[in-house]
């Protein structure tokens, strides 16, 4: 071959051959991809942990954290199928069951992290102090809005004593700030939030009133599951192993999610680390237990309907035997959410 063009042209087209080959590996198995649906609450956060610890490892799923600032939008999205995972609160997930939704819960996303938040400037001791005030819910079908109809009950309060909103986790500090609201019930950062805007005060915590409180749990389509075992198997090791790092890493953790929660590092690494009894990411298996105890407070306030059995509920298969920390690299960390 002595033709200095052909060389040429063999050479150029071996060239890109190369990078190609280089460029998508096909002697790889292709990585899976997985969109995941949360809001930005520290009951989520070992959500976008397991999204960027799945692109930062070796793993066979990529996991795709997309945020929502309300639940409705993710009820809907999983009925329509565009998405087939995200977290939602637990009621909110028996009450979908309830209505013959195919969806079953994977693992908690969490424990504790609620707290009653009141205006500042308010004397109350306690929820009878409240009568005839507003409180703002995340939705009528979440635990903060089981506790605080519990704690009314407790004090001998009626339903229709003190008045409820449904606002998004978001919107709650600046609506206190605003006046417009006289207290909120929800998750972490928002009552940090206003307590360090210096608008509002603990009233009660949730793990106080009911130990290991439980809100927010991840649930999978049943197609997912059915069809794809071994992307929810992926996904709920990452879920529960992401838990266990950020038990142990909670600066990183802050770190790592408030670009993916759009919020300050600062503020979610207070939240973790000045008080980390506040919220926990062990213990991520529900008993069955639990469970009934929070479909019987659904019930007592009319918000569920029907004793579903608790096997039509859940789906513990996935759920790993041992727990170990994720492997999360922080030395990829840009400050942006990855890729």
Request: hydrophobic residues 40%; aromatic residues 6%.
């Amino acid at each position: 071959m002595k033709n200095p063009t052909v060389r040429w042209t063999i050479g150029v087209v071996a060239a890109i051959l190369l990078i190609v080959l280089l460029r998508f590996k096909p002697w790889e198995k292709p990585v899976k991809a997985l969109t995941v649906a949360f809001i930005p609450v520290t009951c989520h956060l070992t959500c976008p942990i397991t999204d960027y610890a799945s692109k930062t490892t070796t793993t066979g799923t990529h996991f795709d954290a997309m945020r929502f600032t309300e639940f409705p939008s993710i009820v809907e999205s999983l009925k329509s199928k565009k998405l087939l995972a995200g977290f939602l609160t637990v009621p909110l997930a028996m009450k979908l069951r309830e209505q013959g939704a195919p969806i079953r819960i994977c693992c908690l996303g969490h424990r504790d992290g609620s707290q009653l938040i009141i205006r500042k400037e308010l004397t109350a001791k306690s929820l009878v102090d409240l009568k005839g005030m507003t409180i703002a819910i995340p939705s009528p079908l979440s635990n903060e809005n089981f506790v605080i109809r519990k704690v009314m009950k407790d004090q001998g309060l009626k339903p229709t004593d003190i008045k409820f909103q449904v606002l998004a986790p978001p919107d709650m500090p600046a609506a206190l700030s605003a006046k417009a609201i006289d207290g909120f019930i929800v998750a972490e950062p928002f009552c940090t939030k206003s307590e360090t805007e210096g608008s509002g005060r603990v009233l009660y915590r949730a793990a106080d009133i009911w130990p290991h409180y439980i809100s927010c749990c991840l649930v999978a389509h049943t197609d997912l599951i059915k069809n794809h075992p071994e992307q929810i198997r992926d996904l709920v090791r990452g879920i529960v192993e992401s838990g266990e790092w950020a038990e142990t890493n909670r600066s990183d953790a802050a770190k790592l999610v408030a670009p993916y929660f759009r919020q300050d590092a600062k503020l979610l690494d207070k939240i973790l680390n000045a008080t980390p009894t506040r919220v926990s990411y062990r213990m991520l298996n529900p008993t069955d237990e639990e469970l009934q105890k929070i479909m019987d407070m659904g019930i007592s306030i009319g918000q569920l309907k029907v004793k579903t059995p608790i096997s039509d509920i859940i789906d513990r298969d996935y759920i790993p035997a041992e727990v170990h920390a994720a492997k999360v690299d922080m030395a990829q960390f840009t400050g942006k959410v990855h890729p």
